[in-house]
């Protein structure tokens, strides 16, 4: 997957977001079921980003329902393994900062009209990080290290393979 190409034209980058959509509706699913912390969990779900920038794309909620979805994702079956997993994802929200400027840019969006996922928390960005690696720290151990590490490769592997698999 190219960035470049996939923020060239409105339908590409369309495209690009219900990739993104389809790998964290069904990493949000998976992971919050072992999540050490449901609220800290779910204030970072990007689901619903994403969802506000389709719909502002000119998807309708039912079309949105139905779209692929991530499959398969890595065994969360422990609270290490989501924070593992959470490295990647929080990490690419760091990313999404560099990509909306780009977005704004080339085609116009920001965070109302199809841009919300990439903006991310906004200028709260370093504080949510900062946050996470604390919550990481804490939860690190010679007993979890070996976990973390292993579903953030995994993490890593399944998202770049489910964004760059042919849709």
Not at 19 to 30: I, L, N, P, Q
Not at 76 to 100: D, N, P, Q, R, W
Request: a negative charge; hydrophobic letters at 45%.
């Amino acid at each position: 997957m190219e960035l470049g190409r996939c923020i060239a034209s409105r339908d590409a980058y369309r495209s690009l977001l219900i990739r993104f959509y389809g790998f964290h509706s069904a990493w949000e699913r998976s992971a919050a079921a072992a999540a050490p912390d449901r609220t800290f969990f779910e204030s970072r779900c990007k689901t619903r980003l994403l969802v506000r920038d389709l719909v502002a794309l000119g998807l309708g909620e039912n079309e949105i329902i139905r779209l692929p979805q991530c499959d398969p994702l890595m065994p969360l079956s422990s609270s290490a393994a989501v924070l593992g997993s959470m490295y990647v994802v929080e990490g690419s929200t760091l990313g999404g900062a560099i990509i909306a400027r780009q977005v704004e840019r080339n085609l116009g969006f920001d965070g109302q009209t199809g841009c919300a996922y990439f903006r991310g928390y906004g200028r709260d960005s370093a504080v949510m990080w900062k946050q996470f690696g604390a919550m990481l720290l804490e939860a690190s151990s010679p007993e979890t290290e070996v976990v973390i590490v292993a579903a953030a490769q995994e993490t890593f592997r399944v998202m770049h393979d489910w964004l760059c698999e042919a849709p």
